[in-house]
């Protein structure tokens, strides 16, 4: 895979709700086919790129970093976590192979920090972890003693003592790991924790998604109601959201008129025999159109479209519980967001974006191989990943 470079270039940027922690940076040090990438992201975020210029990486190495906030295992992160060394990393004496990433989110507490290094071989483990804010070192981790399971961690006391020390596990990011051991009584304690929650909201409301049209026409079971990232299960998810926010309906549908061939009057869910549930169009003639008949463009428009129009409570996602839902920004991960569709389905659904983006509510990623179309378009930052 070739190395990649980052630029970016933005239109009128949308307005920006800085008390939402979001991610406004993505680097990839070392992983996959990149070197020294930096990302820059706006509230809506064109990855534009050739085959082979790693814009499907940037999005794994996001969303990777998005589970890792929600405390997931590395291995469950990283299931072949080889493909992630850089193709020509050379093993250390120990014969040790790795990877490097990080993000920037923006929030209340400023701009923080975090980077992360990751051993692949011979054993997948965290070898580092640093959270700075301000130029201060709020957390930081190494690995000291390669036989036992854990990294020796710091954190910013600023008290009798400047750091507290402490093991911790190096199968997950102590990022997150840091509100059950920081007590937080002195103002440095509380700098550590505002940070690292601010990281860990600004990360773990991420719905990677790319709709699967193949799997999107057959009736689905119904009871889940949480939209998967293929869109798989689109035709349950409808069933419930329909019912539930009828204004949020009609805006729905009336994107659909806008993107799919014929009239639209509704979009429909009725269940079927054996507790199955499918999706039609109505035509409002007495005709039902069934999404099988729809084809794959039309399909992926109608995915992407629901997805804008909904949130981290009907996608599946992981947000931050304890936190407001006014205070959390979900981010969506869209790969290939153009494939599929024509000149008027793109332009409807780039517009349908960049309004639900400049609300705050939401923040879109999407990666396409040309993002000339784009060009005009309001509120659109364009990072050009170049082999």
């Not at 093991?167 to 509380?190: E, F, H, K, S, Y």
Request: with cysteine; proline share 7%; net charge positive.
């Amino acid at each position: 895979m070739a190395v990649s470079t980052a630029s970016t270039v933005s239109a009128a940027p949308a307005a920006l709700h800085p008390a939402r922690p979001h991610v406004t940076e993505l680097r990839l040090s070392a992983f996959a086919g990149h070197r020294r990438a930096v990302l820059r992201f706006g509230p809506l975020t064109v990855l534009a790129g050739p085959s082979g210029c790693g814009k499907t990486s940037a999005l794994r190495a996001y969303d990777a970093l998005a589970r890792l906030g929600g405390g997931a295992e590395l291995g469950a992160v990283f299931p072949d976590p080889v493909a992630c060394v850089p193709e020509r990393a050379r093993p250390d004496a120990q014969q040790r192979r790795g990877f490097r990433i990080g993000c920037t989110a923006d929030g209340p507490a400023g701009p923080v920090h975090l980077d992360v290094a990751v051993q692949a071989e011979p054993e997948l483990r965290v070898v580092g972890e640093r959270l700075t804010a301000d130029g201060v070192v709020l957390l930081e981790t190494a690995l000291r003693d390669p036989g036992r399971r854990a990294v020796q961690a710091a954190w910013h006391t600023a008290g009798s003592a400047p750091v507290t020390r402490a093991p911790l596990p190096d199968d997950r990011l102590g990022t997150p790991l840091l509100p059950l051991r920081v007590a937080g009584r002195t103002d440095g304690q509380r700098r550590v924790l505002a940070a690292a929650e601010q990281m860990v909201v600004a990360l773990r409301s991420v719905f990677a998604c790319d709709p699967r049209p193949g799997r999107m026409r057959e009736p689905v079971p119904t009871g889940f109601g949480r939209l998967l990232g293929g869109c798989d299960n689109l035709a349950d998810v409808l069933w419930r959201t329909r019912a539930e926010c009828g204004r949020r309906h009609a805006q729905f549908v009336a994107a659909v008129r806008a993107g799919c061939a014929g009239p639209v009057a509704d979009v429909l869910a009725e269940p079927a025999v054996d507790g199955v549930v499918r999706a039609l169009l109505d035509r409002g003639d007495g005709t039902r159109t069934a999404l099988g008949r729809l084809g794959y463009g039309e399909l992926r428009y109608l995915a992407l479209a629901l997805v804008l129009f909904t949130g981290p409570g009907v996608l599946e996602v992981d947000p931050a519980g304890e936190v407001p839902a006014a205070l959390q920004t979900l981010t969506v991960l869209a790969d290939g967001f153009d494939r599929g569709l024509d000149v008027r389905q793109r332009a409807e659904l780039l517009g349908l974006a960049a309004r639900m983006c400049d609300r705050g509510h939401i923040r879109l990623v999407a990666a396409v191989a040309d993002a000339s179309w784009t060009a005009g378009a309001d509120g659109v930052t364009v990072v050009h990943l170049v082999p």
